[in-house]
T-cell receptor, first 112, second 113 residues
Framework: KQEVTQIPAALSVPEGENLVLNCSFTDSAIYNLQWFRQDPGKGLTSLLLIQSSQREQTSGRLNASLDKSSGRSTLYIAASQPGDSATYLCAVSDNYGQNFVFGPGTRLSVLP | DAGITQSPRHKVTETGTPVTLRCHQTENHRYMYWYRQDPGHGLRLIHYSYGVKDTDKGEVSDGYSVSRSKTEDFLLTLESATSSQTSVYFC????????????FGSGTQLSVL
């Protein structure tokens, strides 16, 4: 059974810092990995999707990497801003791309 | 949350009553999902659908049933609600083609008293 963990569970940083969020998964037979953002009381917003054949994806100040063989992904946020404060979740899909298993999330606070 | 509507947004009900949550999409995507989100458990898959009348169970399907009679609608039914089903329920669709991102609805806060 696929299990996904995220470290740290919570993180508080001053504005302007670069930071890294970590995601680990136990079964490397995945189809893709996605990173999401969730604001309090809201649904999830997809940030980046990395196919199993890719090593990284970038969108603006966000960069996500994938090392499938070691079961790890990182989300790098450059020059953090207070508006980045949210919970960040990663999810991996099974080898058919049908089902998704989510990590518990990292709660990020960026202090002005 | 373009293209996905969940209804109702909030519902309070009593133990033992049936409850139906609706997810509506406007984009004709094949895959639709129902998740519940609880503190300490994260997001867990209840049921999913891969086409009209094609559904399958997820990790926490006991006490829930689903139906999909049209591409655009995916219904989640709690046959006899229990307090353990108090949760936030999210519907999601999987985009097709080369972009297979999951898009989520805004969620339904369900309280079972």
């Amino acid at each position: 059974k696929q299990e996904v963990t995220q470290i740290p569970a919570a993180l508080s940083v001053p504005e302007g810092e670069n930071l890294v969020l970590n995601c680990s998964f136990t079964d490397s037979a995945i189809y893709n990995l996605q990173w999401f953002r969730q604001d309090p009381g809201k649904g999830l917003t997809s940030l980046l999707l990395i196919q199993s054949s890719q090593r990284e994806q970038t969108s603006g100040r966000l960069n996500a990497s994938l090392d499938k063989s070691s079961g790890r992904s990182t989300l790098y946020i450059a020059a953090s801003q207070p508006g980045d404060s949210a919970t960040y979740l990663c999810a991996v899909s099974d080898n058919y791309g049908q089902n998704f298993v989510f990590g518990p999330g990292t709660r990020l606070s960026v202090l002005p | 949350d373009a293209g996905i509507t969940q209804s109702p947004r909030h519902k309070v009900t009593e133990t033992g009553t049936p409850v139906t949550l609706r997810c509506h999409q406007t984009e004709n995507h094949r895959y639709m999902y129902w998740y519940r989100q609880d503190p300490g458990h994260g997001l867990r898959l209840i049921h999913y659908s891969y086409g009209v009348k094609d559904t399958d169970k997820g990790e926490v399907s006991d006490g829930y049933s689903v139906s999909r009679s049209k591409t655009e609608d995916f219904l989640l039914t709690l046959e006899s609600a229990t307090s353990s089903q108090t949760s936030v329920y999210f519907c999601a669709i999987r985009q097709g083609g080369s972009n297979e991102k999951l898009l989520f609805g805004s969620g339904t806060q369900l309280s079972v008293l």
